[in-house]
């Protein structure tokens, strides 16, 4: 055995881990990366021949990237001998392979994988001072002209001012695709503005969050009491809090979260809240009552709740001119007396709200609403949060429903609705369904929009799950007091064998649903399936939908099931799921790679953001048309039509073969199937399982423990959303 590979001695190795040293090499393969790029196990070719493995912070590096790398040698028990890495920085690539890759990433036009390769292929470790001072040589590779040695040479210099700077963001952590963002963000200022600003990139660039800015400050040497970190801090723990749910937050709880996050003292995040309220960015608000104290927001919420409480305001104020109703039409006599006050109420009132469970004949009411409306001549508008709620809404009242970003009409240029307060709605009766998925900023918008004297009823489940932007805006609304409720509790929509229905309002009223098995041969809706271990429920979820669902019942599994969950992750969770059944329904096609994650054109995925420039908004679900290598776009296919993305727009789309219950709001499917296991635990709660259960519309198969099922049952919402919408609403200020 040579020198190289015997084992040192107890007392070497002691030595040498007192020691830092420095590497330099070509990354190999990256073994393993946590979720936040603070422990990353990678193999370094060093000097072109040995092997090293490196762990540590070396976030954002890939193969073919060349590094330095600073730290002390130590030994794992497993896995022997590995630098533990303190500090690295990237450099230009000096082996063939390491310039080969470097040039094939795109960050050269005129230069792909193709002529990366021809181009390495003639001048070697030589080519990088080729392109620099001898770019005419390039004549000497096969299949580049005149033409494209120009495109190569201007882009190269051009690039040139940039290679630095690329070379300092790498060194900082920073992978490519957000090297290639801030560079488009900043152009050549780009290194300063990460040097002195780190913070700003939160919430400047896409894709770039606090925790990214956090680390990339740390790197630069930026203290955990910075003041630019603590406000920053804040910032992010109330943008934290909003995507749970909060508009605001109690002042005591939020620095003691803030603390918590950041690692510092409830002074030093109190001192960061001081910093971002004197930058406008957070806004403290004293309340004498409901509960006593101070309560944050962000500015955008903050003005968001406070403009929306007074667009209701005016509305309640000025109520529209009384109307002289026709006699009823056909149907009326079958309504309830619940019912028909709730048709009364839309026309005496300037807003009403009917709420109810599935089967209450919420959807009767509108037809009665919008026929009577019909009759007086009034300009009548219906709208929705999401395109397939829209689209039920359009099929059930035999009238055109729009969703309500279409309704208002957005304006790409000036990134606005076109219907605002000064462009008011033009109808005279707004009907606005599934009202429970409505956000702070979304009711902002619209009721901005309304003008006085218009009717407006809002249609909604007060019992299904919140929205998933910030506010409970149809709970704070019904809890004003100011606002005719109609609350339908009778069931119409069921038939005799059905049991969705019924089992809905059992777990909605704190019951177990019945799961007895249905007796062979009678047809039925619902069926429990008791499985308690998860792999085997995976498992099974994968069969059923590829093959006993359309066997059995004859539905389509790429058009009518639908497989919903209550958690992203786990091996019941919408991500492994939709990797699985991707493979089962989907496996074979053009493809393209957006990290880890394959798209194939057939795929069924939902849009994760709203963008509006394209149109498209939280919850879309569509399927990928076509995938264009040469443009290196794709196109997805929505119920609104085409819309065309780039592959780096690929991380505002997912597979939706499984989706979250939370996603699934204001979506009906034909066919549901609804896992709910004890590793489900964090998330499990009435209304969600209840939400989950009236996405259903012929068939539902729940499959887990009756465990999972009863904890979820006996569990009503706990996670109270701050807002003062109904408390500003009640007081009648606004303020």
């Not at 929509?493 to 009678?522: C, F, K, M, Y």
């Given at each position: 055995?040579t020198?190289?590979?015997q084992?040192?001695?107890?007392a070497a190795?002691?030595?040498?881990?007192?020691?830092?040293?420095t590497?330099?090499?070509e990354?190999?393969?990256?073994?393993?990366?946590?979720?936040?790029g603070?422990?990353?196990?990678?193999?370094?070719?060093?000097?072109?021949c040995?092997?090293?493995?490196?762990?540590?912070?070396?976030?954002?590096?890939?193969?073919?990237?060349?590094?330095?790398?600073?730290g002390?040698?130590?030994?794992?028990?497993?896995?022997?001998?590995?630098?533990?890495?303190?500090?690295?920085?990237?450099?230009?690539?000096s082996?063939?392979?390491?310039?080969?890759r470097?040039?094939?990433s795109?960050?050269?036009?005129?230069?792909?994988?193709?002529?990366?390769?021809?181009?390495?292929?003639?001048?070697?470790?030589?080519?990088?001072?080729?392109?620099e001072?001898y770019?005419?040589?390039?004549?000497?590779?096969?299949g580049?002209?005149?033409?494209?040695?120009?495109?190569?040479?201007?882009?190269w210099h051009?690039?040139?001012?940039?290679?630095?700077?690329?070379?300092f963001?790498?060194?900082?952590?920073?992978?490519?695709?957000?090297?290639?963002?801030?560079?488009?963000?900043?152009?050549?200022?780009a290194?300063?503005v990460?040097?002195?600003?780190?913070?700003?990139l939160?919430?400047?660039?896409?894709?770039?969050?606090?925790l990214?800015?956090?680390?990339?400050?740390?790197n630069?040497?930026?203290?955990?009491?910075?003041?630019?970190?603590?406000a920053?801090?804040?910032?992010?723990?109330?943008?934290?809090?909003?995507?749970?749910?909060?508009?605001?937050?109690?002042?005591?709880?939020?620095?003691?979260?803030a603390?918590?996050?950041?690692?510092?003292?409830?002074?030093?995040?109190?001192?960061?809240?001081?910093?971002?309220?004197?930058?406008?960015?957070?806004?403290?608000i004293p309340?004498?009552?409901?509960?006593?104290?101070?309560?944050?927001?962000?500015?955008?919420?903050?003005?968001?709740?406070?403009e929306?409480?007074?667009?209701?305001?005016?509305?309640?104020?000025?109520?529209?001119?009384?109307?002289?109703?026709?006699?009823?039409?056909?149907?009326?006599?079958?309504?309830?007396?619940?019912?028909?006050?709730?048709?009364?109420?839309?026309?005496?009132?300037?807003?009403?709200?009917?709420?109810?469970?599935?089967?209450v004949?919420?959807?009767?009411?509108?037809?009665?609403?919008?026929?009577?409306?019909?009759?007086l001549?009034?300009?009548?508008?219906?709208?929705?949060?999401?395109?397939?709620?829209?689209?039920?809404?359009?099929?059930?009242?035999?009238?055109?429903?729009?969703?309500?970003?279409r309704?208002?009409k957005?304006?790409?240029?000036s990134?606005?609705?076109?219907?605002?307060?000064?462009?008011?709605?033009?109808?005279?009766?707004?009907?606005?369904d599934?009202?429970?998925?409505?956000?702070?900023?979304?009711?902002?918008?619209?009721?901005?929009?309304?003008?006085?004297g218009?009717?407006?009823?809002?249609v909604?489940?007060?019992?299904q799950?919140?929205?998933v932007?910030?506010?409970?805006?149809?709970?704070?609304?019904i809890?004003c007091?100011?606002?005719p409720?109609?609350?339908?509790?009778?069931?119409y929509?069921q038939?005799?064998?059905?049991?969705?229905?019924?089992?809905?309002?059992?777990?909605?009223?704190?019951?177990?649903?019945?799961?007895?098995?249905?007796?062979?041969?009678?047809?039925?809706?619902?069926?429990?399936?008791?499985?308690?271990?998860?792999?085997?429920?995976?498992?099974?979820?994968?069969?059923?939908v590829?093959?006993?669902i359309?066997?059995t019942?004859?539905?389509?599994?790429?058009?009518?099931?639908?497989?919903l969950?209550?958690?992203?992750?786990?091996?019941?969770?919408?991500?492994?799921?939709?990797?699985?059944?991707?493979?089962a329904?989907?496996?074979?096609?053009?493809?393209?790679?957006?990290?880890e994650?394959?798209?194939?054109?057939?795929?069924?995925?939902?849009?994760?953001v709203?963008?509006?420039?394209?149109?498209?908004?939280?919850?879309?679900?569509?399927r990928?048309?076509?995938?264009?290598?040469?443009?290196?776009?794709?196109?997805?296919?929505?119920?609104?039509g085409?819309?065309?993305?780039?592959?780096?727009?690929?991380?505002?789309?997912?597979?939706?073969?499984?989706?979250?219950?939370?996603?699934?709001?204001?979506?009906?499917?034909?066919v549901v199937v609804?896992p709910?296991?004890?590793?489900?635990f964090?998330?499990?709660?009435?209304?969600?399982?209840?939400t989950?259960?009236?996405?259903?519309?012929?068939?539902?198969?729940?499959?887990?423990?009756?465990?999972?099922?009863?904890?979820?049952?006996?569990?009503?919402?706990?996670r109270?959303?701050?807002?003062?919408?109904?408390?500003?609403?009640r007081?009648?200020?606004?303020?």
């Amino acid at each position: 055995m040579t020198q190289e590979f015997q084992q040192p001695d107890d007392a070497a190795v002691q030595a040498e881990s007192a020691l830092e040293h420095t590497v330099r090499g070509e990354v190999l393969r990256v073994l393993f990366s946590s979720a936040d790029g603070q422990y990353v196990v990678l193999k370094l070719l060093e000097n072109g021949c040995q092997e090293r493995t490196l762990v540590g912070p070396l976030m954002g590096l890939m193969e073919g990237q060349e590094i330095e790398a600073v730290g002390r040698w130590e030994t794992h028990k497993d896995h022997g001998r590995q630098l533990r890495v303190r500090e690295f920085r990237a450099v230009l690539p000096s082996t063939e392979e390491g310039i080969r890759r470097y040039l094939a990433s795109g960050l050269i036009p005129g230069i792909g994988p193709k002529y990366a390769e021809r181009i390495v292929d003639r001048f070697g470790t030589d080519t990088l001072r080729i392109l620099e001072n001898y770019s005419e040589r390039l004549r000497e590779v096969p299949g580049i002209g005149k033409k494209r040695i120009e495109e190569i040479r201007t882009a190269w210099h051009e690039h040139s001012g940039q290679r630095d700077v690329l070379v300092f963001l790498q060194g900082l952590g920073i992978g490519s695709a957000f090297c290639a963002r801030l560079l488009t963000q900043y152009g050549a200022a780009a290194a300063e503005v990460v040097r002195t600003s780190p913070y700003r990139l939160a919430t400047e660039v896409r894709g770039i969050g606090f925790l990214t800015a956090d680390r990339i400050a740390k790197n630069l040497g930026i203290a955990k009491d910075d003041p630019r970190r603590l406000a920053a801090g804040i910032l992010h723990v109330l943008d934290q809090l909003a995507q749970l749910g909060h508009v605001c937050f109690p002042k005591e709880q939020l620095l003691i979260e803030a603390a918590k996050t950041l690692d510092v003292t409830a002074e030093a995040a109190a001192e960061g809240l001081d910093r971002a309220r004197l930058g406008g960015l957070a806004i403290e608000i004293p309340s004498p009552s409901d509960p006593p104290g101070t309560f944050v927001y962000r500015h955008g919420l903050y003005k968001a709740e406070k403009e929306l409480a007074e667009a209701l305001e005016t509305l309640l104020r000025c109520p529209p001119p009384p109307l002289s109703l026709p006699p009823p039409g056909p149907g009326y006599e079958r309504l309830n007396e619940a019912q028909r006050q709730a048709v009364a109420w839309a026309f005496q009132t300037p807003l009403s709200i009917i709420t109810g469970g599935p089967g209450v004949g919420k959807t009767t009411v509108v037809g009665q609403i919008v026929a009577m409306a019909q009759r007086l001549n009034l300009a009548i508008s219906l709208a929705a949060p999401t395109g397939r709620a829209a689209k039920r809404m359009a099929e059930t009242s035999s009238l055109a429903a729009q969703t309500l970003h279409r309704l208002l009409k957005w304006d790409a240029q000036s990134h606005g609705f076109q219907h605002d307060p000064d462009r008011p709605l033009p109808c005279k009766l707004l009907v606005v369904d599934e009202v429970s998925m409505l956000d702070v900023s979304l009711a902002c918008s619209l009721f901005q929009a309304v003008a006085a004297g218009t009717r407006v009823v809002l249609v909604g489940d007060r019992d299904q799950l919140p929205s998933v932007g910030p506010g409970s805006v149809l709970q704070d609304l019904i809890e004003c007091g100011r606002i005719p409720v109609t609350e339908l509790t009778e069931i119409y929509r069921q038939s005799e064998s059905g049991r969705i229905i019924p089992n809905a309002h059992a777990v909605n009223h704190g019951r177990l649903p019945d799961t007895h098995p249905v007796p062979r041969g009678q047809p039925a809706d619902f069926y429990w399936i008791e499985k308690e271990d998860a792999d085997e429920v995976a498992d099974l979820i994968v069969r059923m939908v590829q093959e006993r669902i359309p066997h059995t019942f004859g539905f389509n599994p790429m058009e009518d099931v639908q497989v919903l969950a209550p958690m992203r992750r786990g091996s019941c969770g919408t991500e492994t799921l939709n990797a699985r059944l991707q493979e089962a329904l989907n496996p074979k096609g053009a493809e393209f790679k957006h990290g880890e994650r394959r798209f194939r054109v057939g795929d069924r995925v939902m849009q994760t953001v709203n963008n509006y420039d394209k149109g498209v908004f939280n919850g879309d679900l569509g399927r990928i048309h076509d995938i264009h290598y040469a443009e290196r776009m794709f196109h997805v296919a929505f119920d609104a039509g085409l819309v065309e993305y780039e592959w780096t727009d690929a991380d505002e789309i997912a597979l939706a073969y499984a989706v979250t219950v939370h996603k699934s709001q204001g979506s009906e499917f034909p066919v549901v199937v609804l896992p709910l296991l004890t590793q489900h635990f964090v998330m499990l709660e009435r209304n969600l399982v209840y939400t989950g259960m009236t996405r259903a519309k012929k068939l539902l198969i729940m499959l887990g423990s009756h465990r999972a099922l009863a904890m979820a049952v006996n569990k009503s919402q706990s996670r109270r959303r701050w807002t003062r919408l109904a408390h500003r609403l009640r007081d009648g200020s606004a303020a």
